[in-house]
């Protein structure tokens, strides 16, 4: 596609329960980032991948939270035993590399609530 | 670690009226600066970007100034429309480290015919 995919868009969850979110990027894009969007902040960054390996991970907020990248293309961010506080809008963002022409562009992002 | 600041609160001004969102940051090294725009139900989307002092960036009629000695980058426009109505992001990243951005919280604009 033309732009960054994100899927679902929304997703509804009960306390405890397993939950995949997906990020399909830009054809080509090798940085991978995720942020996460809590109601009236700005995006925080998670995670970061360049190719097929997690560079950053540093701004993943507990053990609970897990990102993949097997292919270098899409990523899956998965979050084990879900609580309330998770509840936020989680963005990806891909751009072609590091350096000066580096922009990142994002998805519409997955608006996750935990009931 | 690096930070950005917005000014507080929602902008609420008239169509044609002069648009100020001040922005601050705090940063090791020389980062590179941005302003990302969200419009109602769509994603973030770059609006302008600057990656050295002194730098002026500028899209759509907005403009910012990367100033280092004021650790700043105001943005401004000098006539708003109904269409600007959106959510500002400031926002700064190490684009020779691994790019991550740190956002500020954001401000609402709302123009009103």
């Known amino acids: 596609g033309a732009g960054v995919s994100q899927t679902p868009s929304n997703k509804v969850t009960e306390k405890g329960k397993y939950v995949e979110l997906r990020c399909d990027p830009i054809s080509g894009h090798t940085a991978l980032y995720w942020y996460r969007q809590s109601l009236g902040q700005g995006p925080e960054f998670l995670i970061y991948f360049q190719g097929t390996g997690a560079a950053d991970d540093s701004g993943l907020p507990n053990d609970r939270f897990f990102a993949v990248r097997p292919e270098g293309s899409v990523s899956t961010l998965k979050i084990q035993r879900t609580e309330r506080g998770d509840s936020a809008v989680y963005l990806c963002a891909s751009s072609l590399t590091r350096g000066e022409t580096n922009i990142q562009y994002f998805g519409a992002g997955t608006r996750l609530s935990v009931l | 670690g690096d930070s950005v600041t917005q000014m507080e609160g929602p902008v609420t001004l008239s169509e044609e009226a002069f648009l100020t969102i001040n922005c601050t940051y705090t940063a090791t090294g020389y980062p590179s600066l941005f302003w990302y725009v969200q419009y109602p139900g769509e994603g973030l989307q770059l609006l302008l970007k600057?990656?050295?002092?002194?730098d002026k960036g500028s899209n759509k009629g907005f403009e910012a100034t990367y100033r280092k000695e004021t650790t700043s980058f105001h943005l401004e426009k000098g006539s708003v429309q109904v269409s600007d109505s959106a959510v500002y992001f400031c926002a700064l990243s190490d684009l020779y480290g691994n790019n991550r951005l740190a956002f500020g919280k954001g401000n609402q604009v709302v123009v009103i015919p």
């Open positions: 600057a990656t050295k002092a002194d």
